[in-house]
């Protein structure tokens, strides 16, 4: 760890090699919360694809080092404007309130840089510690869903929740304040 403090900052198409190099490093720490990830995931070239898989990403860096990642997946635009969150910290940083501060700059994102409306984000049942996240962060639960993502060899059930960002129409609807996820 470096003497600086932890920032948060967007990700970059350089950023592979790190990511590689993160994912790698908490590999057996996320195995109980990630779905199965072939040996290429864990790979700079793996990182690269998935940086430019359409996704929105936001890291905790300490120096050079990747210690957490945002991730806003699914983006839907249109009447929709919503997102899937996902984020993870190095359990290294754990109870640092790096998960709030990442879950902060992806919905402040969302909502300046992307113009949404809603973000959803879901935890298996017993993630007690991203619960407590999401509620720090504003999210409220809507449900919960059975069989909902393949983690960790199984269908596991999980507590879904959302955060609305806003109550302005989309962009290019009468009354919009928004212009390309900008205010007017």
Known sequence: MSAAPVRIRPAEPG??????????RIRAYMKPWEPYRDERYYTPEG?????????????????????????????????????????????EY?????????????????????GLHRIEAGTRLDNHASQRVLAKSGFTPIGTAPGFLHIDG???????FQRLLHDDP??????????NGDRA
């Open 154 to 160: 199984e269908w596991r059930d999980h507590h879904l």
């Open 47 to 91: 990182q690269a694809e998935r940086l430019a898989d359409g996704g929105v990403r936001w890291f905790a860096v300490d120096g050079e080092r990747i210690v957490g990642c945002a991730t806003l997946a699914g983006i839907a635009l249109g009447p929709l404007r919503s997102a899937s969150l996902g984020y993870w910290v190095d359990p």
């Open 15 to 24: 950023d592979a090699t790190a990511l590689a190099a993160a994912v790698t």
């Open 94 to 114: 754990a109870g640092r309130g790096l998960a709030t501060a990442l879950t902060e700059a992806a919905c402040r994102g969302a909502h300046e840089e992307l």
């Open 170 to 179: 989309p962009p290019g609807f009468p009354g919009s304040r928004l212009v």
